[in-house]
């Protein structure tokens, strides 16, 4: 088995003691960069060595189909089409092509929420459709019953957070689509309302340094801290009253998952994959894009209402175990895997 990725700033140790051969291809984010080529050369000739493809990000899965023959039995798993919704229409229509190509060399398409579902049979025939709940989340590692009082305190001092003040976190990559711009924006509206809460952004990335930039600049220090990459996520999210995600583009996103696995009430944008993870009213509550104003107006309804709060906490668990546990998603893979012969009775 081998897994070929770019490694660049990627800490693969775990896979490696699996017994796993790692390759690295510089596979690029941008579909139109001269470095394809070079990885297109490079998982041609790796890819000569296994029968079965895997697939998974759109410029990687793209450029290692191109590259795969007749013999190959490929698999492609959509965490989020790079068209859509709020996309550009000429970005929109340069992925749109690409997946139809794609398509061509593709056995099996595994969509992970409903509105790519709906998307898929335009891009291949309905028979190597097939859709999957996300990822899983290991409901025994994300799990708020681990964690005390005690032991939230603790992790709460640990991180020089007010133990008084309500928690919000945001997990994300720092980078324009995750739009960590807004939750700053929001930040400065619900202080002036209140200011028994610390926002927690959590993740790195290209904008880090603007972010943290702007609160500084706008005084905001004492309500928004950036954590940069943490390891310790669950830990994290176990003193959060509330989560946060407002991205413009999703697909799934683990992130939402996590925290309804650990009872986090959840604030996302109403933009696909959210919306098959979020009720509006139900377990949280999804609001427009770039929408400043409704994500303050929503985190303040939250801070002043524990009951609420508890009960969109409730049904996210709930949810999350029903649907979107690591269990019922390998179920599903398994089927999938027999479906094409991969695994024999």
Excluded at 175 to 183: G, M, P, S
Excluded at 260 to 283: H, S, W
Excluded at 315 to 326: A, D, P
Aim: charged share 25%; aromatic share 6%.
């Amino acid at each position: 088995m081998g897994v070929a990725t770019n490694i660049q700033n990627s800490n693969l140790e775990s896979i490696k003691e699996l017994g796993v051969t790692i390759y690295h291809v510089p596979f690029s984010r941008n579909l139109i960069d001269q470095g394809n080529i070079t990885s297109y050369r490079i998982i041609k000739k790796i890819i000569k060595n296994y029968h079965i493809l895997h697939l998974h990000t759109p410029i990687s899965s793209f450029i290692t189909r191109m590259a795969s023959s007749r013999a190959h039995k490929v698999i492609y798993t959509v965490h989020g089409f790079h068209f859509n919704e709020n996309g550009r229409w000429l970005t929109n229509l340069l992925f749109l092509t690409s997946e139809k190509i794609g398509g061509l060399k593709t056995t099996k398409l595994i969509l992970t929420n409903h509105d790519d579902l709906k998307i898929a049979e335009k891009i291949v025939s309905k028979e190597k459709i097939n859709y999957v709940n996300g990822i899983g989340v290991n409901t025994v590692i994300y799990n708020s019953d681990h964690y005390s009082e005690e032991d939230k305190q603790a992790i709460k001092l640990e991180l020089g957070l007010d133990l008084n003040k309500k928690i919000l976190t945001h997990i994300a990559e720092f980078n324009d689509n995750k739009r960590q711009l807004d939750i700053v924006n929001a930040c400065e509206r619900i202080k002036e309302r209140t200011q028994n809460f610390i926002i927690l952004l959590v993740g790195n990335g290209e904008n880090f340094d603007s972010i943290q930039k702007m609160i500084n600049e706008r005084e905001l220090d004492g309500y928004i801290k950036c954590l940069g990459f943490r390891s310790d996520i669950p830990r994290i999210v176990s003193i959060a009253d509330m989560g946060l995600l407002v991205s413009i583009r999703e697909g799934l996103p683990r992130s939402i998952m996590e925290m309804m696995a650990m009872k986090v009430p959840v604030i996302a944008t109403n933009i696909r994959g959210n919306r098959d993870l979020i009720v509006n009213g139900e377990n949280g509550y999804l609001v427009p894009i770039k929408d400043e104003v409704q994500i303050a107006e929503k985190c303040l309804t939250l801070l002043t209402n524990e009951s609420l709060c508890k009960q969109f906490g409730e049904v996210g668990k709930e949810k999350i175990e029903s649907l979107f546990s690591l269990n019922k998603v390998l179920d599903q893979m398994e089927m999938i895997y027999r479906d094409i012969g991969l695994i024999q009775e």
